[in-house]
């Protein structure tokens, strides 16, 4: 069953409605009545809505949208370094970059970029390895087991051969102390 993500301003409330949409910037969960209200105020209606579906794939991937440098959140991407800065960043490190651009715009595209197919395909390979490493370790350890279990039948027939041996001498022994005493 799927995680029950609840309503972030429901929530607060003291109500415990179901999410239909995950904001990206206020990072909580919206029911669909909130989701209007969320739209429809000037300083929200411009945030990134996405499916809760599509946040459950994404939820645990780490990403940190604040500037390490100046504690301010990221919202500019420059094109020349290939990094996303804050507002603080520009006057120190970007003044004479000429391809600065909203954070928002160099992300439309991304999901056609090359540096996200490459991505993709290493995903992929390191998918298609990891499931060779689990076929591997699995086949390891049937070997494993069948070498194990050669192992314990060679120490029962070595030991089944001595207890003979030992039976066989023990018999010879008491045959000749037979004859020795009649």
């Known amino acids: ?36 209200v969320h739209k429809s105020i000037k300083s929200s209606r411009n945030h990134r809505l996405i499916s809760i579906e599509d946040y459950r794939q994404i939820k645990d991937i780490s990403v940190n949208l604040d500037c390490q440098n100046h504690d301010k959140q990221l919202e500019l991407y420059c094109k ?17 970059c000429p391809d600065v651009i909203p954070l928002d715009q160099a992300a439309k595209n991304v999901k056609r970029s090359v540096a996200l197919a490459d991505l993709e395909d290493t995903f992929s390979s390191t998918l298609q390895n990891l499931q060779q490493i689990i076929t591997d370790c699995v086949s390891a350890m049937e070997l494993l087991n069948d070498q194990r279990q050669d192992i314990k039948n060679t120490i029962n027939d070595t030991r089944a051969r001595i207890m ?6 023990q018999t010879k022994l008491l045959l000749e102390l037979d004859k020795k005493i009649w």
């Open 80 to 96: 020349t370094h290939d990094i996303a800065v804050c507002l603080g960043c520009i006057p120190f490190h970007h003044m004479t």
């Open 1 to 36: 069953m799927s995680e029950f993500i609840l309503c972030g301003p429901c929530g607060y409330t003291k109500e415990n409605k179901s999410a239909e949409k995950w904001c990206t910037v206020c990072e909580e969960g919206l029911c669909a009545d909130c989701e209007k």
């Open 164 to 169: 003979k041996k030992l039976d066989d001498l």
